[in-house]
């Protein structure tokens, strides 16, 4: 079992940054491949960011690339999501996840933290 938490959200004016972290609470965090979802009011959970066990590989949504990094620090059993240009449409409750596979678009999302808020102002 793996418990993720996620911290770092709140309210931002359009324009700024922010980063998301997600701790894990296991210690073969590098045994998993990393992934940031959101979820929209009224709108279904969607992929954002992944990246491989060993930060090897990314991936991201079209609609967040270039503006989203994700990273990971395994000797920090802790995942990051920097955010840039944030956007009202970026407002949303946001996933880590984490899963198994080879690669980024396979992996398999077994674990998720509780999400936390992010709400873009205008």
């Known amino acids: 079992q793996v418990q993720l938490v996620e911290s770092g959200g709140g309210l931002v004016r359009a324009g700024g940054s922010l980063t998301l972290s997600c701790a894990a609470s296991r210690r073969t965090f590098t045994a998993y491949n990393m992934g940031w979802f959101r979820q929209a009011p009224g709108k279904e959970r969607e992929f954002v960011a992944g990246?491989?066990?060993?930060?090897?590989?990314?991936r991201y949504s079209d609609s967040v690339k270039g503006r989203f990094t994700i990273s990971r620090d395994n000797a920090k059993n802790t995942v990051y999501l920097r955010i840039n240009s944030l956007q009202p449409e970026d407002t949303a409750v946001y996933y880590c996840t984490a899963g198994a596979g080879r690669v980024v678009i396979t992996t398999v999302y077994e674990y998720w933290g509780q999400g936390i808020q992010v709400t873009v102002s205008s």
């Open positions: 990246i491989t066990w060993s930060g090897g590989s990314t």
